[in-house]
């Protein structure tokens, strides 16, 4: 029943498209922030006329435009966020399984190309890609305005959005009940950004396990984390809970980032995401590495 559920959830997380671009609390409609934004090294610029330009010019050249190595599409990830991407015994890219890991080797190999993965910390992956180290970040990671001043974002794929994981005799029933506990969260994630905007005192832990580990213990009363992750966390640790509060926590939507400007890239993943949102390939994953996590 709580599978089926959970299922069910899901699959309707994956089906609904939302345009707010804030995690938390006020609302934003705002899109395309960025008009005046070029990319670090002047190479790129976000006017469309232009972008096209850039593109047909990367579509002459050859792949080598597209990425760093020819024939290759380096996915920089955080391999700590479960059912997106984690490490395992053997993974669908290297030891990296998940989610995203299935979807970023589809999206290689349906343009002849090959997906290596480059895995760091969160917080490094938004600069790693700016640098040129990565070609593209796929991270479970929610467009915000923010990041989209930084680099470019593929159509969203997944929908998410904040939970509250508890032990299960607690009395916190909304986002409103945390404010004088001991609050838990991962750095540079967005439910870090959300109880910081909600003026709340908390925790930031480099991992999602640390965090949940401090409230396994008792040393801290809630962690704010994305709900899919939330749900894996809680299967995996006995005594937890998962309070949602969805006038507190808007949606998310995940999205693939590439290098302001790429336009041959993105339409790439583009295309493929588009159809594999449409054929259902997205859902089906979504069931697939969350029944995985739920039998482990
Ligand atoms: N969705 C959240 C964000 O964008 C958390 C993503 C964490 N992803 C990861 N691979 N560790 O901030």
């Known amino acids: 029943m709580k599978k089926v559920t959970k299922t069910a959830a899901l699959i309707l997380a994956m089906a609904m498209t939302v345009s707010a671009l804030t995690a938390c609390g006020e609302s934003s409609a705002t899109t395309g922030a960025a008009d005046t934004e070029t990319a670090d090294d002047g190479a790129g610029t976000t006017d469309a006329a232009v972008s096209d330009e850039a593109a047909d010019d990367a579509a002459d050249a050859g792949s080598t435009a597209v990425t760093r190595t020819e024939g290759v599409i380096t996915f920089g990830t955080n391999a700590e966020f479960p059912p ?7 993974g669908v890219i290297d030891q990296y399984d998940g989610i995203d890991m299935a979807i970023a080797k589809q999206i290689a190999e349906e343009n002849g190309m090959t997906a290596a993965v480059e895995n760091m910390e969160f917080d490094s ?6 640098n ?6 796929i991270a479970g990671m929610t467009v915000t305005e923010e990041r989209l001043e930084a680099v470019d974002f593929s159509t969203p794929y997944y929908t998410a959005t904040q939970v509250m994981i508890v032990r299960e005799d607690s009395d916190i029933a909304a986002a409103a009940d945390i404010a004088d506990k001991k609050i838990c969260v991962v750095q540079g994630y967005t439910g870090e950004v959300c109880v910081k905007d909600m ?7 480099k991992k ?4 949940v580990m401090e409230l396994a213990n008792g040393r801290c009363d809630v962690v704010v984390i994305d709900s899919a992750t939330a749900q894996k966390y809680v ?3 006995a005594g937890l809970k998962i309070v949602e509060d969805s006038a507190a926590f808007e949606s998310e939507e995940y999205a693939i980032a590439v290098q302001k400007g790429n336009t041959a890239l993105l339409d790439m993943i583009n295309k493929a995401i588009d159809a594999k949102l449409a054929d259902g ?5 979504g069931v697939k590495y969350t029944e995985e996590a739920a039998a482990e």
Do not use: H
Request: glycine share 14%; proline share 3%.
């Open 199 to 205: 003026g709340y005192p908390y925790e930031a832990f």
């Open 84 to 90: 997106f991407e984690f490490v395992a015994g053997t």
């Open 132 to 137: 040129g180290q990565i070609d593209a970040v």
């Open 281 to 285: 390939t997205i859902s089906e994953l």
């Open 235 to 237: 299967g995996d640790n």
């Open 125 to 130: 992956l938004i600069v790693a890609l700016q």
């Open 208 to 211: 999602g396990t640390e965090a």
